[in-house]
């Protein structure tokens, strides 16, 4: 519902300045960051002359739904699928950029209210927000670039894996992708599976940790865990193989897929916006907390297989499909 209905200010009311000051008020001090908000442009420094660099963009009624999610949520999620990406690099979170595109009409307080969850995600990853834009738009458009640091380590890209690795994955598989057909079916609870649809859960140091103790290759599971690994096969030319009784199926997920009649393992393998990392490790090398082996890869043809098999059906999310 738009402010103007509700006799809220609207964006259009605010204005584009006083809006800016109200998304970039309380941002903390960062070491990184040598010129911060209200200039042309933000100046960070680079610890080792390298800036991982990401964007993704989250677009209303094809990534999130206003009725479904707080302006908090969606701002956190909007975040996270950046900084995630710079922990799947092995690197550590610096610095946020976002552009905002929304109806005039928009309550003020939403748009503040998104940027409080933007900056709160930010924090949890040790980043802090250093500028952006605003314009008007159609619908609410979020797009949030998130840099990084490598903090002098190679980064780990998905063209590394190699034969006799182990895959191991570390966070949540298949909770938002259940939350969501939770969603579908009009309901609103398990709250905890809703909870994930609204907004991941991620361990932001797993990244950097991961790359310390060796990992050949990794990503962070935004399309689904097959589709994903699919990306690492095919830039590292090698063969993935799934085990499904590997994954362990957590009681909330079990408990939602025995209500809907469905098997929790296509959540697990197909869903994504958990933005859990899985990687790829040499099987004498110790594997870094909170990463569980789930599979190993084989020799090329390139191509991802679970259990031994083709898998029948998506593999996950495509955009454009």
């Not at 204005?15 to 970039?24: H, K, N, P, S, Y």
């Not at 500028?131 to 780990?156: F, K, N, P, Y």
């Given at each position: 519902m738009s402010g103007e209905a509700t006799g809220e200010r609207t964006?259009?009311?605010?204005?584009?300045?006083?809006?800016?000051?109200?998304?970039?008020a309380d941002i903390p001090q960062s070491d990184f960051v040598d010129v911060g908000p209200g200039d042309d442009a933000a100046v960070l420094q680079c610890s080792d002359g390298?800036?991982?660099?990401?964007?993704?963009?989250?677009?209303?009624?094809?990534?999130f739904r206003r009725d479904w999610s707080t302006a908090i949520d969606i701002g956190r999620r909007a975040a996270a699928a950046s900084l995630s990406d710079i922990n799947a690099m092995g690197a550590v979170s610096t610095a946020l950029l976002v552009g905002v595109a929304a109806p005039g009409d928009l309550p003020a307080t939403w748009l503040a209210e998104a940027g409080a969850g933007l900056k709160e995600e930010a924090a949890n990853a040790g980043a802090v927000l250093v500028?952006?834009?605003?314009?008007?738009?159609?619908?609410?458009?979020?797009?949030?670039?998130?840099?990084?640091?490598?903090?002098?380590?190679?980064?780990?890209t998905r063209g590394g894996a190699?034969?006799?690795?182990?895959?191991?994955?570390?966070?949540?598989?298949?909770?938002?992708?259940?939350?969501?057909?939770?969603?579908?079916?009009?309901?609103?609870?398990?709250?905890v599976l809703v909870d994930a649809h609204r907004y991941p859960v991620i361990d932001y140091t797993a990244g950097p940790r991961a790359a310390t103790?060796?990992?050949?290759?990794?990503?962070?599971?935004?399309?689904?865990?097959?589709?994903?690994?699919?990306?690492?096969?095919?830039?590292?030319?090698?063969?993935?193989?799934?085990?499904?009784?590997?994954?362990?199926?957590?009681?909330?997920?079990?408990?939602a897929a025995s209500?809907?009649?469905?098997?929790?393992?296509?959540w697990m393998l197909t869903g994504g916006d958990d933005h859990a990392l899985v990687a790829c490790?040499?099987?004498k090398k110790k594997?870094?907390?909170?990463?569980?082996?789930?599979?190993?890869?084989?020799e090329s043809p390139a191509q991802v297989t679970v259990d031994g098999a083709q898998f029948e059906g998506s593999a996950g999310f495509t955009h454009f499909a």
């Open positions: 964006l259009r009311d605010v204005g584009e300045f006083a809006l800016i000051d109200r998304l970039v390298r800036v991982v660099v990401c964007v993704d963009v989250l677009v209303e009624g094809k990534h500028g952006g834009d605003t314009t008007e738009g159609d619908a609410v458009v979020l797009s949030v670039t998130a840099l990084g640091s490598l903090e002098g380590r190679a980064a780990v190699q034969v006799g690795d182990v895959v191991a994955v570390c966070g949540r598989l298949g909770w938002a992708a259940a939350g969501l057909a939770v969603l579908g079916r009009g309901f609103r609870s398990p709250k103790a060796g990992a050949t290759a990794m990503i962070d599971v935004s399309d689904g865990l097959l589709a994903d690994l699919g990306h690492i096969a095919a830039a590292s030319g090698v063969a993935i193989d799934v085990h499904t009784e590997q994954l362990e199926v957590p009681e909330p997920l079990q408990a209500a809907y009649n469905v098997d929790p393992h296509g490790f040499p099987a594997l870094p907390a909170g990463f569980t082996v789930i599979g190993v890869v084989g």
